[in-house]
């Protein structure tokens, strides 16, 4: 089973910052968390990962709780082409090779 | 870099027809994964490498073979194809054999077993 929650849907407006929660309360304190999008049928993109602290990179920015029970993707300008299945994900408890995905959150940006 | 191909996009196969997917990289990447995505839900492993002669099994393993010769190609068999098997399939790699950052994702191969 996945050790991540996450809302099935989203609507943001085009240009304004959307916010993607995750709630992990069940992964321990060396277990990264992954997010990734996949855009319609393509190959899931890599976005970002963290394991404490916050992080930000050229796609998004990801703020973990102190207590790394939950995480926000922050996509800060989103676009039409944001439109896209969003997944957090975490290790499964046999390996961290073992990455278990979830359903996602499916993000919908309206003009 | 044409980074992680697969082929073929498109198969049909006959319910106990056996088949091969083929998966490789060129970004001289140590791990390789084999996942299925079926319709409206998240991607499960199959199987996965660490590096050449090296696999282990994922979260769904039975049905599936794999074998890894070489650093850049992973295939995945099917020996005896069954309907639970229709899916899509994506192949994927990263450069950290460690942990498994960021991974790139092949474009999918799409499986209907009849």
């Known amino acids: 089973d996945a050790k991540t929650t996450q809302p099935t849907s989203m609507d943001c407006a085009e240009g304004r910052a959307a916010n993607l929660p995750c709630n992990h309360s069940?992964?321990?304190?060396?277990?990264?968390v992954y997010w990734y999008r996949q855009i319609h049928s393509q190959g899931p993109q890599y976005i970002i990962h963290?394991?404490?602290?916050?992080e930000t990179n050229e796609m998004a920015s990801l703020i973990i709780t102190e207590d790394r029970k939950s995480s926000t993707l922050i996509l800060p300008h989103a676009t039409l082409r944001d439109t896209a299945v969003y997944y957090c994900?975490?290790?499964?408890?046999?390996?961290?090779?073992?990455?278990?995905w979830g359903a996602g959150t499916k993000l919908i940006i309206k003009p | 870099n044409a980074g992680v191909t697969q082929t073929p996009k498109f198969q049909v196969l006959k319910t106990g027809q056996s088949m091969t997917l083929q998966c490789a990289q060129d970004?001289?990447?140590?791990?390789m994964s084999w996942y299925r995505q079926d319709p409206g839900m998240g991607l499960r492993l199959i199987h996965y490498?660490?590096?050449?002669?090296?696999?282990d099994q994922g979260e769904v393993p039975n049905g599936y073979n794999v074998s890894r010769s070489t650093t850049e190609d992973f295939p995945l068999r099917l020996l005896s194809a069954a309907p639970s098997q229709t899916s899509v399939y994506f192949c994927?790699?990263?450069?950290?054999?460690?942990?498994?950052?960021?991974?790139?994702f092949g474009p999918g191969t799409r499986l209907t077993v009849t």
């Open positions: 994927a790699s990263s450069y950290v054999p460690t942990v498994p950052y960021e991974q790139y």
């Open positions: 970004m001289n990447h140590e791990y």
């Open positions: 490498s660490v590096g050449a002669g090296i696999t």
């Open positions: 069940t992964i321990s304190g060396n277990e990264y």
């Open positions: 963290g394991l404490k602290n916050n």
């Open positions: 994900i975490a290790p499964g408890t046999d390996s961290n090779y073992q990455l278990i």
